[in-house]
């Protein structure tokens, strides 16, 4: 049996680990957003049982870990050790990762988290990029192989308990973000130039960007007030005049454009 002991060697510092296999999936699930809202504060989570569809296969998730700027978000499989990897977990997390999500996903989202609503929601899931994690009741090595080839992690979080009933927990993983939107830009074709809140945190001066046909050409960024304007140093971009196109950053920092919708 494992014990924790925070501060001072007082009775009421001392924590211990409560057995992972008693629980049902639906207590640990309770348990689970406890700690990730404090332990990832970055990050609104909630309930979101949105459906999501692949080779004509409907599966529902657990939670939404949203970050708070809306850069990207991950969709949330709770999971005991105790279910089958392969006849459950591993379709589970293929579905949410390459299904494309309903119309359930919208109304899901909206409730789950307040002052979210179906616009900014619609907006998550067709533009901010999506990532996939399990959080299970305790490590499996053999899980997280697994998941790894499907592009899905994994966390673990176990549920500590004092004398008295207060709750503590231990998360052991951590989430890594492969690329994250930054903002979406309106074009204007005869500045050659799109515009952003400055609160993006692109760099003023030369950046080096991809445009939505793989062309990978310099641009000067250039700060009026709270606006950065963006302006291809030579040629022109075929984008149309007053359209819209996503930011995206990698894990590297290397810079893309994602079209978006007309305004």
Avoid at 105 to 126: E, H, N, P, W
Avoid at 176 to 191: L, M, T
Wanted: hydrophobic share 40%; aromatic share 10%.
């Amino acid at each position: 049996m494992k014990y924790f002991l925070v501060g001072e060697c007082k009775k009421e510092n001392v924590f211990q680990l409560v057995d992972p296999t008693q629980f049902l999936e639906v207590e640990f699930e309770a348990e689970v957003v406890k700690a990730l809202t404090c332990l990832l504060p970055d990050y609104f989570c909630g309930v979101f049982a949105g459906t999501f569809k692949l080779d004509g296969q409907r599966r529902s998730s657990d939670l939404a870990l949203i970050h708070r700027h809306f850069t990207h978000w991950f969709v949330i499989e709770v999971e005991l050790t105790s279910h089958s990897f392969e006849s459950h977990v591993l379709p589970q997390v293929r579905c949410f990762q390459y299904g494309e999500p309903e119309d359930s996903c919208i109304t899901s989202l909206c409730r789950g988290f307040k002052g979210l609503d179906a616009d900014r929601a619609k907006s998550i899931l067709q533009h901010v990029p999506r990532f996939v994690a399990v959080v299970a009741n305790r490590a499996e090595p053999q899980w997280e192989a697994q998941l790894r080839a499907v592009e899905v992690q994994m966390l673990t979080v176990s549920v500590l308990r004092d004398y008295q009933g207060r709750s503590g927990y231990e998360m052991e993983g951590k989430l890594n973000v492969q690329r994250e939107s930054i903002g979406f830009a309106k074009y204007s074709a005869p500045d050659n130039s799109l515009r952003l809140p400055k609160s993006c945190g692109l760099p003023v001066g030369q950046i080096q960007i991809e445009d939505p046909f793989g062309v990978v050409a310099t641009w000067v960024v250039r700060e009026d007030g709270n606006t950065l304007w963006i302006t291809k140093e030579k040629g022109f971009i075929s984008l149309g005049h007053d359209s819209y196109v996503q930011v995206i950053r990698t894990i590297e920092g290397r810079l893309s454009l994602k079209p978006t919708f007309s305004g």
